[in-house]
């Protein structure tokens, strides 16, 4: 539109560069002579690149620019740069003897869902990358999980759209451990942001949508079992899923906590069938106003839930919350500051825990999800080693997408940065590899119990359930609510039972286990407590002689120790002591008249 400088409208111009392209980002400065030269940012797509639970979407665009003269005629459309290739959104796991790294590839007018498998150092096993899918430039967002024997990856194929309100799709596709592929790509539910995780040999996909989410069940052949709705609040969104035990933990976003539910993270159990249960809080503090980016970590009998919390105002992104959940639903302790500057967090498990999260302080334009990489080592219990963060990548230029995975103590962290290479300076995976991260504490025994108590002695039976220990110590203390235990044994690994003797009789005793390696000690067994039973009573008998074998008569016997006792021999030497009780020990004295 042009207008004169008393600003009343003196034409309408046509469109600049008439297509479906998604534009933004308009500048314009006078030519001499009359006119403007427009600039502009052009993109094929309008995705939801960035996690949607954060202000601001990053778009990889081309730059255009055109002339308008001072009589409104449209001059050509110039490409100024067009976008470099892209690699960003890695995703890495644990599988088979290997890792499996997923992420997006994309140029402007095109984007692909590639794969590569590292080995077990974390080296590149594929030099050239496993394409999964290509062509479309909305390919976004890719997940991944293993069910022993193949992989599934999902990812977003959003629409070309100029708002949020258009349904975008899901598709996945299997990989072979050797890295082939299995079958065609294949459509899963409408949804945004996917996720995805293994329960023996099926998947549960889970994705977004406006008022809802759904969860689809994926055969090991790639087969559709069953969907099921998970109805959340219309103010719930980004859905993540582990396996956790024997069923599914979905997780939410809720947007409005304090409206709509006393906290803003939500979750519910999913059988193996596709029956859910009931939403359950989550996160414990009920001040949250804000809360974004989560993401779910196993190890063995727990999850931990890490997110971006504005209760933590750091540039208006926070920081980052982490809350410990058990397979039961119940949860150990509160939730906890991993820390106070970062969002974005993602976290692996193995034994204890490695959350990686960025931060911004050194980005000037801190709404925009890229900065430093930090991280910091989380303990079984739940302590953050490392308050002050480790830095994972903090390079003079940004990074972004931080993911890690683990297998046996080895950490593998990828990440999305800038790289210097000609003829494009532009982003592309990095990987490096975490040694000594994780504290590799056993599993704890289980099912302690009494195999026999007798007067004298109590044995002990426990389940072994760690692979990786030194041994187990046990532990006891005398009386039948006693807390004060002392360590009294150990035993090495691969021992499923001990014996504690040279008891006394009749005491009640409580017992506890656990295991033990070079990085510390398991947690406890259950207690047992057993009592020893009554000691037997005897006598004690004999003859007292002198060297010719003649008895001695009436020399005096006395019985010291747990319990006394006092005869006389008789005229052939003989005594006798009666109704001794046993559970102790015991000395006998002679002497002559």
């Given at each position: 539109?042009?207008?004169?400088r008393?600003?009343?409208?003196?034409?309408v111009s046509?469109?600049?560069?008439p297509?479906?392209d998604?534009k933004y980002?308009?500048?314009?400065?006078?030519?001499?002579?009359?006119?403007a030269?427009?600039?502009?940012?052009a993109?094929?797509?309008f995705?939801?690149?960035?996690?949607?639970?954060?202000?601001?979407?990053?778009?990889?665009?081309?730059i255009?620019?055109?002339?308008?003269?001072?009589d409104g005629?449209?001059?050509?459309?110039?490409?100024?740069?067009?976008?470099t290739?892209?690699q960003?959104?890695?995703r890495?796991i644990?599988?088979?003897?290997?890792?499996?790294l997923v992420y997006?590839?994309e140029?402007s007018?095109?984007?692909?869902?590639l794969?590569q498998?590292?080995?077990?150092?974390?080296?590149?096993?594929?030099q050239?990358?496993?394409?999964?899918?290509s062509?479309y430039?909305?390919?976004?967002?890719p997940?991944?999980?293993?069910?022993g024997?193949?992989y599934?990856?999902?990812?977003?194929?959003?629409?070309?759209?100029?708002?949020?309100?258009?349904i975008?799709?899901?598709y996945?596709r299997r990989?072979?451990?050797?890295?082939?592929p299995?079958?065609?790509?294949?459509?899963?539910?409408?949804?945004?942001?996917?996720?995805v995780?293994?329960l023996?040999e099926?998947?549960?996909v889970?994705?977004?949508?406006?008022?809802?989410?759904?969860?689809?069940?994926?055969?090991?052949?790639?087969?559709?079992?069953?969907?099921t709705?998970?109805?959340?609040?219309?103010s719930?969104y980004?859905p993540r899923?582990?396996?956790?035990?024997d069923k599914?933990?979905v997780?939410?976003?809720?947007?409005?906590a304090?409206v709509?539910?006393?906290?803003c993270?939500?979750g519910m159990?999913?059988?193996a069938?596709?029956?859910?249960?009931?939403p359950?809080?989550?996160s414990d503090?009920?001040t949250?106003?804000?809360?974004?980016?989560?993401?779910?970590?196993?190890?063995r009998?727990?999850?931990?839930a890490?997110?971006?919390?504005?209760v933590?105002?750091?540039?208006?992104?926070?920081g980052?919350?982490g809350?410990r959940?058990?397979?039961?639903?119940?949860?150990?302790a509160?939730?906890?500051?991993?820390?106070?500057?970062?969002?974005?967090?993602?976290?692996?498990?193995?034994?204890?825990?490695?959350?990686?999260w960025?931060?911004?302080?050194?980005e000037p334009y801190?709404?925009?999800?890229r900065?430093?990489?930090?991280?910091?080592?989380?303990?079984?219990?739940?302590?953050?080693l490392d308050?002050?963060?480790?830095?994972f990548?903090?390079?003079?230029?940004?990074?972004?997408?931080?993911?890690i995975a683990?297998r046996?103590?080895?950490?593998?962290?990828?990440?999305s940065?800038?790289?210097?290479?000609?003829?494009?300076t532009?982003?592309?995976?990095?990987?490096?590899?975490?040694?000594?991260?994780?504290i590799?504490?056993?599993?704890?025994?289980?099912n302690?119990?009494v195999?026999?108590?007798?007067?004298n002695q109590v044995a002990?039976?426990?389940?072994d359930?760690a692979?990786?220990?030194?041994?187990?110590?046990i532990e006891?203390?005398?009386?039948?609510?006693c807390?004060n235990?002392?360590?009294?044994?150990?035993?090495?690994?691969?021992?499923?039972?001990?014996t504690d003797?040279?008891l006394?009789?009749?005491?009640?005793?409580?017992?506890?286990v656990r295991?033990?390696?070079?990085?510390g000690?398991?947690a406890y067994?259950?207690?047992?407590?057993?009592?020893t039973l009554?000691a037997?009573s005897?006598?004690i008998?004999g003859?007292?002689?002198?060297?010719d074998?003649r008895?001695?008569e009436n020399?005096?016997?006395?019985?010291t120790g747990?319990?006394?006792?006092?005869?006389r021999?008789?005229?052939?030497?003989y005594?006798?002591?009666?109704s001794?009780?046993?559970?102790?020990?015991?000395?006998?004295t002679?002497?002559?008249?």
């Open positions: 539109y042009r207008f004169n008393s600003g009343t409208m003196i034409s046509n469109e600049i560069n297509n479906s998604y980002s308009v500048s314009l400065t006078p030519k001499f002579g009359g006119g030269q427009f600039i502009w940012a993109a094929k797509t995705p939801l690149i960035d996690n949607p639970n954060l202000t601001g979407r990053s778009i990889e665009a081309d255009l620019t055109a002339g308008v003269g001072a005629a449209i001059g050509p459309t110039v490409t100024v740069t067009l976008s290739p892209r960003s959104q890695p890495v644990a599988g088979g003897n290997s890792f499996l997006r590839s140029v007018g095109e984007a692909r869902i794969a498998r590292l080995d077990t150092n974390g080296s590149v096993i594929d050239e990358p496993i394409v999964l899918a062509g430039p909305g390919l976004i967002n997940a991944v999980a293993w069910n024997s193949v599934l990856v999902v990812w977003e194929k959003t629409h070309f759209r100029q708002s949020t309100s258009e975008s799709l899901v996945g990989l072979a451990a050797s890295g082939s299995l079958g065609t790509e294949f459509l899963i539910a409408s949804g945004i942001n996917p996720d995780a293994a023996n099926n998947f549960l889970v994705s977004g949508m406006a008022n809802s989410s759904s969860a689809v069940r994926i055969g090991t052949d790639g087969s559709l079992l069953g969907s709705e998970l109805q959340l609040r219309s719930a980004h899923v582990a396996t956790l035990g599914w933990l997780a939410w976003i809720n947007e409005f304090i709509y539910f006393p906290s993270v939500q159990f999913v059988s069938n596709g029956d859910a249960t009931s359950f809080s989550i503090q009920p949250e106003t804000t809360c974004r980016q989560l993401q779910l970590a196993v190890t009998d727990e999850v931990l890490t997110y971006n919390s504005t933590l105002p750091t540039n208006n992104l926070g980052v919350i809350r959940m058990k397979a039961d639903g119940s949860f150990p509160p939730s906890f500051v991993i820390s106070s500057q970062g969002f974005s967090p993602i976290s692996a498990g193995d034994g204890s825990y490695l959350t990686a960025l931060d911004p302080r050194r801190f709404l925009i999800r900065g430093d990489i930090f991280g910091a080592r989380i303990s079984p219990n739940g302590g953050v308050p002050d963060g480790l830095a990548a903090d390079s003079a230029v940004p990074e972004t997408h931080p993911s683990s046996n103590g080895i950490g593998v962290f990828a990440y940065g800038y790289a210097a290479q000609t003829p494009y532009t982003m592309r995976i990095y990987l490096r590899v975490i040694r000594g991260a994780f590799n504490l056993p599993v704890v025994p289980t302690l119990a195999a026999n108590a007798d007067w002990l039976s426990w389940q359930n692979g990786n220990e030194t041994g187990f110590k006891r203390c005398a009386g039948q609510n807390t235990f002392v360590e009294i044994a150990s035993v090495v690994a691969d021992t499923t039972g001990f003797t040279r006394p009789s009749n005491i009640w005793f409580r017992y506890r295991a033990f390696n070079a990085d000690a398991s067994s259950n207690i047992i407590q057993v009592q009554e037997p005897f006598s008998s003859r007292l002689t002198d060297r074998g008895g001695l020399y005096s016997v006395t019985l747990s319990q006394g006792g006092f005869a021999t008789d005229r052939s030497g005594y006798r002591l009666s001794v009780t046993g559970g102790g020990n015991y000395r006998v002679v002497q002559s008249p």
